[in-house]
């Protein structure tokens, strides 16, 4: 019986376009939204006379659409949130201070250490401090009354809720990443030769989906959100699982050649069997299908052969199949584990898992998480954090910027002090390149204003148009390019005051004039003190790893011990690694903006850094063991296990400082997992995920920094 045609319907079709977009429309998407949440909200008062206000709803809502993005809603909808009131609140505050010098200088001061110093918080608290600083730079030189200091910051903060309500005004509608499509390929691609035969003369098995899921990770490089360490977490693993995939097929094509291999034979192709089966669900769940109870029935049916394969290797211990059975034990046993971690961090990047994860994160009261960014910022408190060095370095610059503006009576000084703080970034490649890139798109941006207003006289609803046209072009194309961006910003800022009455040719005067002075100023100021991270992100990780180390020595004596742990010097050591931490992912953001930065080693760093988090949850997992009281001492196996780890630790601190530490001087973790037999269920789950953690880690840091034979 033929079976009959089926056709798309239209309703699929149009879901799909809701629901898979690509990265230029996402930006395009972006663009649209956000120049509409600063045009609406200004033609409105244009049209009822008050040009004044619709001023400060456009920079209001330009400051918001700032902290806009494409990551979950209900994260995209708090931190823009959050943008509204703190840029509400520094509209008003400035404006109050505009009236009394010594109040501005001394609040502008304190606000740019604030600034700086949240950037141990990560990209999004940094972005929000910085735009933030740039609100209350430009309203201390506003001098209002206090009722009008009111209304301004009122009409801040609607028109920053308004750009937020546009963002997140589509909240059913979950588009897939288009990274997370590609990843989904890539792990599809592994499922197909999982059960395909080496060619020992072709190129390397799934070679190209590897290489476009890294490309396609390269727009995220830098980004510390969780979704997007789980994604450089899965695309290490897919490429730790191609190796494993290579190594055992070769593996198996060799033991068939062996007299007595095929009963080893017999167990290793239903082993590939079952791991193309568990891939192929990955790849589907990458796009939105949900991995179901199949998915842990052959995680469990994958550990059988290797106990199956153990019992072979040990019945033919004269036959000459025996290395290569020994070679196909030891890669099971190693892609077991990393299906494993790739399976657990599938569901928590899915959709549904992303809103799993978001809906216990809203579940943990709100003072523990205020409570855990205090002890960040606490931990930052001292010179030895690049984040407090930042924030010194960036209030130091507004107070000397501040002066000067003073002292020389500027006319419209305030974007002497605005350039200041957008140049001035942590890092050495973002100050020197931003603060070309900003004086050349600052001048670019006067001299295309100066030639529409030239040749042109606008009217009212003409300048409406035209700020909407460079709103959508700063934000759909702008965020690839930052000398694009700034040459838009500056003509449509013209644009905007010359709306409320000030002539253009003022604005283009006096903005050149300042931002030549903000921008050499800031460059001397680091120049003075600089921070070069090329050679200083290696010597952050091996901190970092120090500190892990101490850590899991501290916690894993508990458990050989039996004994109750020192909360207050967990405490210690949990505040110690956070601090490491932060440092290294500020490094790490440094790293990749400093001039010829390498992509391809920014992956890896970043893949290393994404390993490393998944470690310290384990480690802290175990450490939550410890409320229920103290545990049974825990057994031989153990002892030599946590000695193992912490060496492994240690080692690899060595390599990032230059030791000469070879890859096979790394105690083996997997075998010495294998050896753990306890009945508490969770150790064994913890211990399997730093295991597999560490092996990626170690693989990615030879990587980095070559090996130390």
């Known amino acids: 019986m033929t079976q009959p045609e089926v056709h798309p319907r239209p309703l699929d079709a149009f879901w799909r376009t809701l629901t898979h977009f690509d990265r230029k429309q996402i930006n395009l998407w972006m663009g649209l939204r956000n120049a509409a949440g600063i045009v609406l909200p200004l033609a409105v008062a244009v049209a009822l006379g008050y ?40 509209v008003l505050i400035g404006a109050l201070t505009a009236r009394n010098d010594l109040a501005a200088a001394c609040v502008g001061v304190l606000w740019a250490f604030a600034a700086g110093l949240v950037v141990c918080l990560g990209t999004a608290a940094a972005d929000i401090g910085m735009i933030s600083l740039v609100v209350f730079i430009i309203y201390s030189g506003q001098s209002m009354t206090p009722a009008h200091a009111g209304w301004a910051g009122l009409i801040a903060l609607a028109a920053g809720l308004f750009e937020t309500a546009l963002s997140i005004a589509l909240w059913p509608f979950r588009g897939a990443q288009p990274e997370r499509r590609v ?36 727009s995220l490089s830098g980004d510390h959100r ?121 569901r928590s ?23 855990g960014w205090i002890a960040t910022l606490g931990a930052n408190l001292s010179l030895d954090s690049s984040a407090c060095r930042h924030a010194v370095r960036l209030a130091i610059c507004i107070a000397l910027g501040d002066l000067i503006t003073r002292s020389f009576s500027l006319p419209r000084s305030y974007w002497l002090n605005m350039t200041i703080a957008l140049v001035l970034k942590p890092d050495f490649g973002s100050t ?90 800031a460059l001397a100021i680091y120049g003075i003190w600089p921070t070069r991270e090329r050679t200083q992100a290696p010597q952050a990780m091996a901190s970092m790893l120090d500190s892990y180390r101490l850590y899991f020595q501290a916690v894993a004596g508990a458990y050989i011990d039996g004994r109750g742990a020192d909360p207050q010097e967990l405490d210690r050591l949990r505040v110690k690694g956070r601090l490491a931490r932060s ?92 050896r753990l037999s306890s009945s508490d269920t969770a150790l064994l789950i913890e211990t399997d995920r730093m295991t597999n953690s560490l092996n990626t880690l170690a693989e990615l840091v030879f990587r980095w920094v070559g090996p130390g034979n």
Not at 617 to 641: I, R, S
């Open 51 to 90: 040009p004044g206000s619709g001023l400060v709803a456009a920079t209001g809502a330009l400051n918001v659409a700032a902290a806009d993005g494409e990551d979950s809603y209900r994260k995209r909808g708090a931190r823009m949130l959050a943008s509204s009131v703190i840029g509400a609140a520094a």
């Open 183 to 218: 990843i989904g390929d890539f792990y599809k691609e592994l499922a197909r030769v999982a059960t395909v035969p080496p060619d020992p003369y072709g190129a390397p098995l799934a070679s190209q989906q590897s290489t476009q899921a890294q490309e396609a990770l390269s």
């Open 226 to 346: 969780v979704e997007a360490e789980r994604l450089f977490a899965l695309v290490s693993q897919g490429e730790r699982v191609r190796l494993s995939l290579f190594a055992l097929s070769r593996a198996l094509v060799r033991v068939r050649r062996e007299e007595g291999g095929e009963q080893a034979a017999a167990v290793i192709e239903p082993f590939l069997e079952r791991a193309s089966n568990l891939l192929a669900a990955i790849g589907r769940s990458m796009e939105g299908a949900p991995l179901t109870d199949a998915a842990s029935a052959l995680l469990k049916e994958l550990e059988d052969p290797a106990s199956a394969l153990r019992r072979a290797q040990e019945r033919s211990e004269q036959l000459p199949s025996h290395p290569h059975l020994a070679e196909a034990r030891l890669q099971m046993d190693a892609l077991a584990g990393q299906l494993r971690a790739a399976v657990e961090l599938s």
């Open 349 to 371: 990047t899915t959709p549904a898992g992303v809103g799993a994860f978001e809906a216990r994160e809203a579940r943990t009261p709100w003072y523990l998480q205020l409570t």
């Open 432 to 521: 020197f390149s931003r603060g070309v890139l900003r004086l050349a798109g600052t001048y670019g941006g006067l001299l295309v204003a100066t030639v529409l207003f030239h040749f042109t006289s606008p009217t009212a609803a003409a300048h409406v148009v035209s700020i909407g046209v460079l709103a959508f072009i700063m934000r759909s194309t702008g965020r690839s390019n930052y000398g694009l961006l700034v040459t838009v910003l500056s003509a449509l800022i013209v644009f905007l005051f010359s709306l409320n009455g000030v002539a253009p040719h003022d604005v283009i005067a006096s903005r050149a004039l300042n931002t030549t002075i903000g921008g050499a100023l």
């Open 583 to 674: 440092n290294l992912e500020t490094s790490v953001d440094r790293l990749s903006a400093e001039p010829y930065a390498d992509a391809a080693q920014l992956r890896v760093v970043n893949a290393a850094l994404a390993s490393s988090h998944r470690f310290i949850h384990a480690a802290m997992a175990l450490e939550a063991g410890l409320t229920a009281g103290p545990p049974a001492p825990a057994g031989v196996a153990f002892q030599t296990f946590s000695h193992d780890l912490e060496l492994t630790l240690y080692l690899l601190a060595a390599r990032l400082r230059g030791s000469p530490v070879a890859p096979d001087s790394l105690p083996n973790l997997r075998e010495d997992h294998n």
